[in-house]
């Protein structure tokens, strides 16, 4: 039986991609940036009801399709950029939601991973079995026609095959029988081994994501999904590897002018701390990534100081 790995999947592809860029998604395929790829990825989504498709929805965003969320969505232009990287074949992504999701950017049919390594190994089962003479094989879509045929004093059985033929004479009958019996014998123990083959696989696979653990890492102004097996580069805070908070992980650094809204119905709507390097504004509340000092929501004190100075 083939390995079929996610390297082979990952390379299928990156193969329907190089074709999907020059075709009816051209516009956001042939220079794939994160606007462009989270615009193709809410079209899709718009029309796509598919319970695997959705299923990879929500495991790389942590949130369910709501086509009445489109503001909000468009905050995750950041999360494309790692698809982005791997469609053009620079970088892997960390996390193997961001492989499917590119798999449904590219309308590749033999997804999710599963399915893919389930075709495979089912093609080549059927190339295996085509070597063996199974029960299968001598049915055909009329009964078996027997014909009395009286020549030297013995009787021949015909059986169509197809358009083959086969004679059994009396004395060749018991021979066929058993010949037949243990075909048909090593056929079912060769399809029962198989079986437990794939089973074992599917349930391993299982086992293994079930069990990995997901963590994040502060990127310049996000968190991203990163291995928690990842070696860390460089010292600080904003390097460390951290268990995936989801409360924590729609943290974003944000530039401000005079012109952002930073109040809604009287509430701020923009966070803040100051640092080292000066004073610095966010999208939502919770600590600074870096010093892990508590965000302050945004004042007309702090606008004015620091914004409209």
Known sequence: MQNITPEHYKKAIREKYEKEKNGDNSYYLEVPSQAKLRDLCWKIFLSNDKKDDLYTFSGFFKSEFDPAKEAAFNQYVDKFRPIGSFLKGEKEPANFYAVELASILVDFELRPFSKFRKHFNEEESVSAKGSLLTVSDL????????????????????????????????????????????????????????TIGVIAMLLGGCYYFSQKKECMQWSNDHYEEVSCDLKVQGTGAFNKVEPLDKSTFDLKKIKVTDKTIFFKNGEAIVWYAKTTNGIEFFNTHGRHPENHHALRPVTEYIINKYVKK
Not at 153 to 170: A, C, G
Request: net charge negative.
């Open 139 to 194: 049915e055909t879509e009329e009964k078996f026609k027997n014909e009395d045929v009286f020549e030297n004093n013995e009787v021949s059985l015909r059986q169509e095959v197809n358009t083959k033929q086969v004679y059994i004479t009396p004395n060749e009958t018991l021979n066929f029988t058993e010949d037949f019996s243990k075909k048909w014998y090593q056929t079912i123990k060769r399809a029962t081994w198989l």
